[in-house]
């Protein structure tokens, strides 16, 4: 089954890398891919149901990741998943994420453990990546 994925993420580069991260994971398709906080809470208005894990990262370059948390989890659907991947996920801001109803948080440095959470989401096991 595939993994429909909402990814909200500013930076180019990381939009690639974790592309192509969920791509060595196996079924996994981006279907949303915004920069903003103002992008995401509309992406996620108009597209109810259409996706199954939210990737969120906290500090964008318009908005927060933190306000987009509680409305992607409003929003999934009973299988969704709303995962943060940020630099910024230190002990706090994480219980504040799980809080505001994130299923798992991450930092960017703690990638095999992000692609381990996501592999189990796929069904698939975990490709050797780097950490």
């Known amino acids: 089954?595939?993994?429909?994925?909402?990814?909200?993420?500013?930076?180019?580069?990381m939009q690639a890398?974790?592309?192509d991260l969920l791509s060595t994971l196996g079924d996994f398709q981006v279907v949303g891919l915004v920069s903003t906080e103002a992008e995401a809470k509309l992406w996620l208005s108009e597209n109810p149901g259409a996706w199954d894990l939210a990737i969120v990262d906290l500090v964008l370059d318009q908005g927060s990741g933190i306000a987009v948390v509680p409305r992607a989890s409003d929003m999934?659907?009973?299988d969704g998943h709303v995962v943060v991947f940020s630099d910024y996920a230190s002990g706090?801001?994480?219980s504040h994420c799980e809080?505001?109803?994130?299923?798992?948080v991450f930092l960017k440095s703690e990638t095999r453990e992000f692609m381990d959470y996501c592999s189990a989401l796929?069904?698939?096991?975990?490709?050797?990546?780097?950490a």
Request: proline share 3%; hydrophobic share 50%; glycine share 10%.
């Open 1 to 13: 089954m595939t993994v429909r994925v909402l990814l909200v993420e500013d930076m180019k580069h």
């Open 17 to 19: 890398v974790v592309t």
């Open 76 to 78: 999934r659907h009973d």
């Open 92 to 94: 706090g801001i994480r």
């Open 99 to 104: 809080k505001l109803g994130a299923n798992a």
């Open 122 to 130: 796929g069904g698939h096991a975990a490709a050797a990546a780097p």
